[in-house]
């Protein structure tokens, strides 16, 4: 799914230089190579959550619109189950990977699922690709673990083909849900609660490189890209009681519930739980 640095940092991404190292024997030190989502989601899914991973999956897709022959480059593919979807829809698509555990992982789904996927084992830095080579290019869910994202974004300007798209889904850690749980948690703090020991959601987990929200990534893309559409997915995700109190309603409720939330989310990104950008070459 993504790549991850040893070491959490939150500063705006540099501009790279022209004489930057390129990944080699001794240039993936900065890379998690061992990266493996198996353990990554809790035995008990809340609705919020399922619902919030089930429509960013959806709204990536919507907005990547394979067409038959299109050659799609899937970053940080992970399982590949994007990249299998797409394939389904007779893209030719590629999945990039650094880690060769997600590899093996998604292998495994596309021989299980008898999918026309192909996998190559990089990174998102130094994409092993020709410029101008890519009709579209995917990014769901790993901007925030690469080393140097701004990096990651001038490859993908590069790849693309004049009239290509980038379509980059990542999470707004300054979301209205996580806003409102930060708020929710100091006033805790300030009445006496003991705080919680485990990391709360809206914190930035070991494994990203960086926070990202809306205003950070259209700051980020607009260096290389054009942002053409922009969409939000989801709402109140991470806000404290929320999924065990729509866990708690019926199922037809609570799904209500969420998608008439997720409706105005759409036209909200800067406070949704997702960004979806799609963006063109400059």
Not at 88 to 94: G, H, M
């Amino acid at each position: 799914m993504a790549i991850a640095r040893k070491k959490t940092q939150r500063k705006l991404p540099r501009r790279p230089s022209h004489s930057r190292k390129i990944p080699g024997n001794d240039g993936y030190s900065q890379f998690d190579l061992e990266w493996n989502d198996e353990g990554l989601f809790p035995e008990v899914v809340y609705p919020d959550a399922e619902f919030l991973f089930r429509r960013m999956n959806e709204a990536t897709r919507e907005s990547v619109g394979p067409k038959r022959g299109e050659v799609i480059l899937d970053i940080g593919c992970g399982r590949g189950i994007d990249g299998a979807e797409l394939a389904r829809r007779s893209a030719v698509v590629i999945g990039l990977e650094p880690s060769p555990i997600m590899i093996r992982h998604a292998r495994k789904y596309i021989s299980e699922n008898g999918d026309n996927m192909s996998l190559v084992r990089g990174v998102g830095e130094n994409l092993p690709f020709q410029a101008k080579s890519t009709d579209k290019v995917i990014c769901k869910g790993a901007l925030d673990h690469f080393p140097e994202p701004a990096v990651v974004i001038e490859q993908i300007a590069t790849v693309l083909k004049p009239a290509g798209k980038a379509i980059i889904a990542i999470a707004n850690f300054n979301s209205l849900g996580f806003k409102l749980g930060r708020a929710i948690w100091r006033l805790r703090k300030m009445l006496g609660f003991k705080p919680n020991e485990s990391r709360m959601i809206w914190e930035i987990p070991e494994d990203h490189t960086y926070s990202f929200d809306y205003l950070f990534l259209k700051h980020l893309v607009g260096k290389c890209l054009e942002v053409e559409k922009v969409s939000g997915v989801s709402l109140f995700f991470g806000m404290p009681w929320w999924g065990i109190f729509l866990a708690r309603l019926p199922k037809n409720v609570s799904i209500g519930i969420l998608n008439s939330l997720d409706k105005v989310a759409r036209h909200f990104p800067s406070i949704s739980d997702v960004v979806v950008m799609r963006c063109t070459p400059k």
